[in-house]
């Protein structure tokens, strides 16, 4: 992105609250559903369904990003497209984001509109019709994004994690493993001892690539929740710590055991199990309701004592957090 | 309140997201108008009127508040108000928050457990059926608590701030300068230099008691929102930054000119106009038209040059923000 002198890019300390919300409002564009938008104490929202599916998440600098590594497109694409999977792993369509930004003094005006860029942009990419329709403003030394996402059932029943029944298929809609292959790169060629360093693409294959857009800027498939839905589904939910945390999360909840199978697990089945941040669809359904853009990944069973088999065998692998234990907050 | 001993209160470094998790879940109620409430992907709220008001404010650590002055009940209690007076402010009653907390690894678990208790508690003082249906945990140096709060409009209009009409009278809800007094106090006589230190009730009489508390743990009148929009209220806004600025906001927004009396301002005008957070409700009504709770406290005139006056004349107090240029985080 091509990057501004920094005589015209004033820093945020300098600047008013209203001026920054100012810029940032102006590259906001109108959600479909907003009855009232920015600029009130709260927007409104049509919720035609009579109830509204609410959730939130939050990226801090440091655990879940770094500026070396994400640039405020990424950052903003990426808070958009995690809380818009959530929505749609309930089967509902998004409608609406708030977004609570808590920035440095010393950031740049220009990184907070490249923000709102790709907000913009991944609402239009994932959730036509979804927008950012408030938010908040506030000083912090550490650069953290809150955003909620809201949507709308469309007069159908959600999809809960708990709803998974004995002989239904277990299927999943988007990647598997790309978002942690993506890190790992991060982790491995762009770093100067702990330090992050900025990404040169250039440096990098075409797989190499697609892992790392899968990390920073993650394209989950959002349409494909309300067609789960239609479709019958039984349970959903998004697979944001790893295939084999969250599949168990979904038995544990429902009362099944969940059986893969590794064969439909793609070269390399111990990344799918353990790769997080894909924010893929995992869900089950009635046998022969499988919907497009979903593929079987297994099936479910009697509960037993492990929530998870792999090919008929209990398995050893949980989430994967490299993220974890690194605790320095800089780059 | 009493405080454990630290064997039995371990660093949240120390525990897992889900053991965290559990902990704060344990305190929370139930919201009336929650359909599925914690623990899946998203919550999902009733929205009976077909639409819903949503709005978000953070607190930071610093900015916002200070673990030397405030308590985790205090906190969670302040950062549920300052929300819930964003929905009121709307003629909305309040259904539902989300708390996106990002917390220090060595904060102790009773510190989330307090904080859990003054949201549950806030919201039973000041919302009766609201609760906290959703949130987000993560690790950040800088404690940060993002909350939205949602609202159902009971088939009533949105009250903006941009409807205020010439000839409507200009009415206030709740207390003004209070929180401000709170403040100032706190800095004055509750800092060693730069630095914070514990606040000492039995040091300070009645009144002082009062603001400490309309600052730490404010009480804003959530209840008379839909109230005012009831009466026909034709504008209405929560004084989050001073009446002088919060007026001018609603003043600008309508193409009017707001012109206040310094005699309905109490014994300090000056503080009552330039003193922030105290999170009143600021509304205009028709005349004859005003409902119970709200005090006149001027009348809307024709648009001058000037968005606010003060007894027929200019006044050029802005809002107050003592915190504005204090970046230290300690305490």
Redesign the interface.
């Known amino acids: 992105m091509p990057s501004r002198p920094d005589a015209d890019d004033p820093r945020l300390g300098d600047l008013s609250e209203g001026e920054i919300l100012r810029a940032i409002l102006a590259r906001t564009s109108r959600a479909t559903h907003a ?2 938008g920015p ?22 600098h ?3 990003f770094r500026l070396a590594w994400s640039t405020g497109h990424d950052l903003g694409w990426k808070a958009a497209a995690v809380n818009l ?3 749609a ?2 089967g ?1 369509r998004p409608t ?1 984001l ?3 930004l ?1 920035v440095p ?1 010393d950031l740049r005006l220009s990184f907070v509109e490249q923000l709102a860029d790709g907000f913009r942009e991944a609402c239009a990419a994932l959730a036509p019709g979804c927008a950012v ?4 403003l ?5 650069l ?1 994004v ?1 955003v ?4 709308d ?1 469309e007069d159908r029943a ?1 999809v ?3 709803g998974a029944l004995v002989g239904d298929t277990v299927a999943v809609a988007g990647e598997l493993g790309h978002a942690a292959q993506g890190l790992q790169l991060l982790f491995t060629r762009f770093r100067d001892g702990e330090t992050p360093v900025a990404v040169d693409p250039a440096a990098l294959g075409e797989g190499d690539r697609a892992a790392l857009v899968a990390q920073l800027r993650p394209s989950p498939p959002i349409g494909l929740g309300p067609v789960a839905a239609v479709a019958g589904a039984s349970a ?3 697979v944001s710590d790893g295939l084999a945390l969250d599949a168990r999360r979904m038995a544990a ?1 429902s009362g099944v055991t969940i059986d893969l199978a590794s064969s439909a697990l793609g070269g390399d089945p111990r990344l799918a199990l353990a790769g997080g941040e894909d924010h893929a669809l995992l869900a089950t359904f009635p046998r022969s309701a499988l919907p497009p853009g979903f593929r079987r990944i297994g099936e479910v069973r009697e509960r037993t004592e492990d929530d998870l088999l792999l090919d008929g065998e209990p398995v050893d692998i949980s989430g994967w957090d490299p993220y974890r234990d690194w ?1 320095s ?1 800089s780059g």
């Not at 506030?138 to 550490?142: L, N, R």
């Open positions: 009855l009232i600029g009130d104490d709260a927007a409104v929202i049509a919720a035609p369904s009579g109830s509204v599916v609410a959730t939130t998440d939050t990226l801090v440091g655990p879940d999977a959530d929505v792993a309930m509902a609406a708030l977004v609570a808590a003094r329709v408030g938010g908040d506030t000083v912090s030394d550490v953290t809150a909620t996402a809201l949507g059932l959600p809960t994690r708990s959903m939910m998004d909840a605790d907050a």
